[in-house]
Nanobody
């Protein structure tokens, strides 16, 4: 069974940092792109960042300069380093993976989500 397992969410004060991790099970092969979406209460799921197997990255404008995505291909693991967190970053963060380069909302593999809450 294919699995993406996220970790690293939690409660952080505004201005703080968190690092999310997403490990893909060994049964996922030939994945090109991994990345993150998030969904806040009452809002649609939105794209945050993606990284291809070759290391090419893309970010949503809302997180550019604050979030950094990285990847360990040997471990099939993707990371999201989040800094300068704001209350509006509060959401459930979902890991996604796909064989194509774009990581669309219809991506093939999804994790269960991890809650990130930014509050004082």
């Amino acid at each position: 069974q294919v699995q993406l397992v996220e970790s690293g969410g939690g409660l952080v004060q505004p201005g703080g940092s968190l690092r999310l991790s997403c490990a893909a099970s060994a049964s996922i092969f030939n994945i090109n792109t991994m990345g993150w979406y998030r969904q806040a209460p009452g809002k649609q799921r939105e794209f945050i960042a993606r990284i291809t197997s070759g290391g090419s990255t893309n970010y949503a404008d809302s997180v550019k300069g604050r979030f950094t995505i990285s990847r360990d291909n040997a471990k099939n693991t993707v990371y999201l380093q989040m800094t300068s967190l704001k209350p509006e970053d509060t959401a459930v963060y979902y890991c996604a993976a796909d064989r194509g380069p774009l990581l669309p909302p219809s991506s093939q593999y999804w994790g269960q989500g991890t809650q990130v809450t930014v509050s004082s």
